[in-house]
């Protein structure tokens, strides 16, 4: 909202965010913006949802694979996947079953 020209710091800003805000029920969209704003200000870099994070996309080695697979034969602990994925979130829950 800050870098939107047409957005006045007043509670009938006719701007389309504010709008569409006062459109889904707010009445004072400008106060609720900056109260979500100080609340997310407080909120450790690592939980903000406003700063993009860009993980890398851990792979196992060969060799983990390789000790896994005899884990796997030897009923014995895994190094986890970091790159796994699941079909549906119940597959994750497969853990503690």
């Known amino acids: 909202r800050r870098n939107y020209h047409r957005h006045y710091r007043r509670r009938n800003c006719a701007c389309n965010t504010c709008r ?3 459109g889904a ?7 609720c913006h900056e109260e979500a704003v100080k609340i997310l200000d407080c909120i450790d870099e690592k939980w ?3 700063i993009a994070v860009n993980l890398p ?6 060799e983990e694979v390789q000790l896994n697979a005899q884990a796997l034969i ?3 602990s895994v190094i986890f996947d970091p ?9 994750g829950f ?3 079953s």
């Open 20 to 22: 569409s805000d006062r």
């Open 57 to 62: 996309n851990p792979e196992l080695t060969k």
């Open 94 to 96: 497969r853990i503690f």
């Open 25 to 31: 029920g707010c009445d004072s969209p400008y106060k």
């Open 48 to 50: 903000d949802p406003r």
């Open 83 to 91: 790159s796994i994925t699941l079909q549906n979130l119940s597959d």
């Open 74 to 76: 030897d009923k014995d």
